[in-house]
Nanobody, 131 residues
Framework: QVQLVESGGGSVQAGGSLRLSCAAS??????????MAWFRQAPGKEREEIAS????????YYLDSEKGRFTISQDNAKNTLYLQIHSLKPEDTAMYYC??????????????????????WGQGTQVTVST
């Protein structure tokens, strides 16, 4: 199994940028095929997948409405997944979670999935965007 720890959240002004990090425990992540994803959950709303990355094959998925503002990437040497967010908006205010699962194929990882289908989760990192 893999353990996930997010960091990089904070309070920023609209128009700014943030890079969120998700550090994965070495066991499993570095030697297996994982579907890694970023979700966000705003107050009163359901947790929603915004981007995913298949660790073997560089396959990615982005929520259509956020294409161009979000970039997901990984650093294999550091066992870390990143989410770069540009042009932050107040509506981006949410808790951002990193998730992982080994049961998806690359093609399954490349489409939007419900949060209930992912097995492993981090504790989340809060992003607050002010005007």
């Amino acid at each position: 199994q893999v353990q996930l720890v997010e960091s990089g959240g904070g309070s920023v002004q609209a128009g700014g940028s943030l890079r969120l990090s998700c550090a994965a425990s070495e066991y499993g992540y570095g030697y297996s095929d994982y579907c890694m994803a970023w979700f966000r959950q705003a107050p009163g709303k359901e947790r929603e997948e915004i981007a995913s990355f298949y660790t073997l094959g560089d396959i990615t998925y982005y929520l259509d409405s956020e294409k161009g503002r979000f970039t997901i990437s990984q650093d294999n040497a550091k066992n870390t997944l990143y989410l770069q967010i540009h042009s932050l908006k107040p509506e981006d205010t949410a808790m951002y979670y990193c998730a992982a699962d080994r049961t998806f194929s690359g093609s399954s990882c490349s489409v939007k999935r419900l949060w209930t289908t992912f097995q492993y989760w981090g504790q989340g990192t809060q992003v607050t965007v002010s005007t």
